[in-house]
């Protein structure tokens, strides 16, 4: 009862490779952006609908509705936002990922 471990531990090894593939090549997740947003911008905005904080800032869920939103609008701002802002520095993933989890507060 030894031997069958090798095939067994041959398929882990496929699969785990499937996946890094597959996870490597999946678009932006809106739950990713939601993470990053709960860890980096939620000390001045509200991230998430129905969430109580500072109104220092705009709601994401106002900006994602606003008259102005445009996926090309946020990636400027976040590329080069304005004072009271920091600037997060955030990485091409990281946009994407904001842009995907604003995206989804959109009501339509
Ligand atoms: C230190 C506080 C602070 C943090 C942290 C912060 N912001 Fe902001 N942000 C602001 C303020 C204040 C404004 C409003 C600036 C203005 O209108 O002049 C703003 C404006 C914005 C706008 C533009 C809104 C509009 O009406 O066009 C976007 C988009 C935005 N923030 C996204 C983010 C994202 C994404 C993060 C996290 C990665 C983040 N912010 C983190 C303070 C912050």
């Not at 496929?14 to 809106?30: E, L, N, Q, S, Y």
């Not at 500072?54 to 990636?75: H, V």
Request: proline letters at 10%.
């Amino acid at each position: 009862m030894r031997k069958p471990a090798e095939p067994a531990m041959a398929a882990i090894a496929v699969a785990i490779c499937f996946f890094a593939v597959a996870g490597a090549a999946r678009a932006a997740d809106p739950q990713d952006g939601y993470r990053l947003a709960k860890q980096w911008c939620s000390s001045c905005h509200i991230v998430a609908p129905g969430q109580s904080g500072s109104d220092a800032a705009p709601p994401f869920e106002s900006i994602a509705n606003g008259p102005n939103f445009t996926e090309d609008s946020i990636r400027a701002w976040l590329a080069d936002p304005h004072p009271p802002m920091p600037d997060l520095h955030l990485s091409r993933d990281e946009v994407d990922w904001i842009v995907a989890y604003l995206r989804s507060l959109q009501r339509k």
